[in-house]
């Protein structure tokens, strides 16, 4: 059985205390430093301050991290090209993916572009990584016998749309992230029983997450509320996580052979919607248009 452990404090000390080269994957939502109210000023610093912060929490992240490891880091705009920076010419680390999270609501400006994405970056303490492709694929668009079916790479702009208020998973936090989006990174880049650090919880996404796959999940979080929050998160019953990437529900089109389709849709359960709630895939899919044969040749 795999364990979720939450720490309640300043993820500094905690950091200090892990064993070196010990975790697998860290995935880190460090505040952005833009002024949110976490229940304390800790997203309110000075410049400097801020950077040292960074630094201090990064480099005991990379000294935990086995020589296997892989770290991502949310960041918004105001420092995503410091703490590039500070990972890639002060840790040493190699830069693999720099993703962007693309999500349709948010606040909006009336001078200059309504913000629509965070960055999030993708490094690896070594050459040597863990990266499971099939585990991460999003369905074709198209039906081809030369296309791979089991699916295609999902690239590096990633659309999950916030947790809404009204749903029945939001949490009293004011930065959870989607399920979906976390399970992406724990897929692709560990494995059943790996070790998966998560030094901002928050609302505990990543420790739920971890939870759910199979995996064991330290979190630190300094605000005592949202670790009460986490425990209570973490005791609920599953019934699949709370978002997902639109293009997971999609069937190719041109899918005219019943056979195929039949074959197809059953994989396509298992293999993209595994971890979600029963969705509109079998509505869909009776819904699917049937193409001619000669739409089929196109291919
Ligand atoms: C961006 S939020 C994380 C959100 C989380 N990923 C989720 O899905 O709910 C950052 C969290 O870091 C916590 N935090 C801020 N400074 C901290 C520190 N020094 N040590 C531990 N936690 C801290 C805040 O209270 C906040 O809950």
Same mark, same amino acid.
């Given at each position: ?102 999500? =349709? ?120 509320? +949202? ?36 074959? +197809? ?26 193409? =001619? ?7």
């Amino acid at each position: 059985m795999t364990k979720q452990n939450i720490l309640l404090g300043d993820t500094l000390e905690h950091l200090a205390k892990i064993p070196s080269n010990s975790i697998n994957l860290i995935v880190a939502d460090p505040p952005y430093n833009l002024g949110k109210n976490y229940g304390n000023n800790h997203d309110n610093q000075e410049f400097d301050e801020y950077l040292d912060f960074s630094r201090h929490w990064l480099k005991e992240s990379v000294r935990v991290l086995k020589p296997t490891g892989t770290i991502y880091v949310f960041m918004g705009f105001r420092f995503i090209s410091y703490l590039y920076g500070l990972l890639e010419q002060e840790m040493g680390l190699l830069f693999n993916s720099w993703i962007v999270w693309h999500y =349709t609501q948010g606040m909006g400006k009336t001078k200059g572009f309504s913000p629509r994405h965070d960055d999030i970056l993708m490094f690896t303490k070594s050459e040597k990584f863990t990266f499971n492709l099939d585990e991460v694929r999003v369905p074709q668009k198209y039906y081809r016998s030369r296309n791979n079916m089991r699916g295609a790479n999902p690239g590096d702009v990633w659309e999950f749309s916030h947790v809404h208020y009204c749903h029945e998973n939001r949490q009293a936090h004011p930065t959870q992230k989607p399920e979906g989006l976390i399970e992406r990174m724990v897929l692709a880049s560990s494995n059943i029983e790996d070790d998966v650090l998560d030094p901002f919880a928050g609302s505990g996404t990543t420790l739920r997450v971890c939870q759910q796959l199979g995996r064991n999940c330290l979190g630190i979080e300094i605000n005592p509320e +949202y670790v009460e929050m986490i425990h209570a998160r973490l005791a609920l019953p599953f019934d699949g996580f709370d978002s997902i990437d639109p293009r997971m529900e999609r069937i190719p089109q041109n899918l005219t052979d019943p056979q195929v389709r039949d074959v +197809y849709l059953s994989n396509h359960q298992q293999w993209f919607l595994k971890n979600h709630a029963p969705s509109s895939l079998s509505e869909n899919s009776t819904n699917l248009p049937l193409y =001619t044969q000669k739409s089929l040749d196109l291919s």
